[in-house]
């Protein structure tokens, strides 16, 4: 059977990239939708369709969707700093959740009814219980919480009067890197790529938020998963919608928690090389731990991960980064 173009938005962003490379590998047709704000080109192989602007365009989206003969939507597009997102709540909301209902106005219209949403272990806020299941209650801590939270409730809305089925996958650490693409985020504040920039003597330390959370040595704790893992789980989520499935929240994660001094330990490991960690207050919003209950993804999905150890995760992010010591090119 052959399936018409899947519209990718933020496609050339850490996860989007990785995404579209395993679609395309499986043969699926893509069409990328991004404003490179935070992307990159060289993050996108030449012979994808590739449309520069915003998704809240809701006039691009529909002539994307007629040229492309577009029948699901991919969305990863956003802006991901939580950070940020405490100083300029507006941006957020802006982008993350108005735009994101003139995108799905604009599929509506287009008559597009499948939807796979990048949603985010920060939909819960400081977790009650862990692992952290799917029916956990959400008070997220953070306006980029809240505005993911936002978009979650707007899809359960179009579900029910519109008729749009979903999958909205809440991640939680993406990490990792396959031999073509990896983590270049400008500025860089996930904890990963920082130690190996480190590692690689491209900044000299690594900051330590926090020394006296409740856990093991005192430093918090979080879910890794590979990216190429969470590319496969969109794939299963597409042809979960394929065949008819209903509309689900799924957790993606490994459902075993890593401190961040243990990610640093694992990392001298791995790289072979010193790497300086400095204690720094904790920041405000970070929970101690974050890790998911990930029964879901396996039981709906049948999603199984392939590289579930941390020690791989950063084995392949640190090839990645050696064969990329600078990131991606400037286009
Ligand atoms: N990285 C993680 O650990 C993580 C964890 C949970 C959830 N997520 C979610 O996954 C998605 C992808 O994250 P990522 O790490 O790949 O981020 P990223 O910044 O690398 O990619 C996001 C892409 O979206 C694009 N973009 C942003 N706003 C846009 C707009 N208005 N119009 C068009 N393009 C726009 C950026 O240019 C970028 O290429 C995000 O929605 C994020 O909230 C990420």
Redesign the pocket.
């Known amino acids: 059977m052959k399936f018409m173009s899947i519209l990718v938005?933020?496609?050339?962003?850490?996860?989007?990239?990785v995404t579209v490379e395993l679609l395309r590998k499986r043969g699926e047709e893509v069409v990328v939708?991004?404003?490179?704000?935070?992307?990159?080109r060289a993050?996108l192989v030449p012979d994808v369709p590739f449309y520069q602007?915003?998704?809240?365009d809701a006039a691009l989206v529909g002539r994307i969707v007629a040229q492309h003969g577009v029948d699901a939507c991919i969305?990863?597009?956003?802006?991901?700093e939580v950070g940020e997102s405490v100083v300029e709540p507006a941006r957020y909301f802006e982008?993350?959740s108005a735009?994101a209902l003139a995108l799905l106005e604009a599929l509506r219209k287009a008559g597009v009814a499948r939807f796979v949403f990048?949603?985010?272990?920060?939909v819960y806020g400081q977790p009650k219980q862990i692992p952290i299941p799917e029916d956990h209650p959400q008070w997220p801590t953070n306006p980029?919480g809240w505005s993911?939270l936002f978009v979650e409730r707007m899809l359960e809305s179009f579900d029910r009067a519109y008729g749009l089925r979903f999958v909205a996958l809440?991640?939680?650490?993406?990490?990792g890197a396959t031999a073509e693409h990896g983590?270049?985020?400008e500025p860089e504040t996930?904890l990963i790529p920082n130690v190996l920039k480190a590692a690689l003597g491209r900044r000299s330390h690594v900051s330590v938020f926090g020394q006296y959370y409740p856990t093991p040595d005192g430093t918090a704790v979080r879910d890794y998963i590979h990216v190429a893992d969470l590319g496969s789980a969109h794939m299963l989520a597409l042809d979960y919608l394929r065949d008819g499935g209903a509309s689900e929240c799924i957790n993606l994660g490994n459902g075993k928690g890593y401190s961040v001094l243990e990610v640093i330990e694992t990392a001298r490991r791995v790289t072979g090389r010193a790497i300086e960690a400095r204690k720094e207050p904790p920041r405000p919003g970070d929970p101690s731990h974050l890790v998911a209950c990930a029964d879901k993804a396996r039981r709906v999905l049948g999603w199984e991960p392939a590289c579930p150890q941390l020690e791989d995760i950063i084995r392949s992010a640190w090839e990645w980064r050696l064969a990329h010591p600078d990131g991606y090119p400037v286009a």
């Open positions: 938005t933020g496609g050339a962003g850490y996860i989007g990239s939708l991004d404003d490179l704000r935070h992307g990159h993050a602007g915003t998704f809240g969305h990863f597009a956003a802006l991901i982008n993350n735009q990048s949603s985010t272990a920060a980029y993911k809440r991640y939680f650490n993406a990490s983590e270049h985020h996930h």
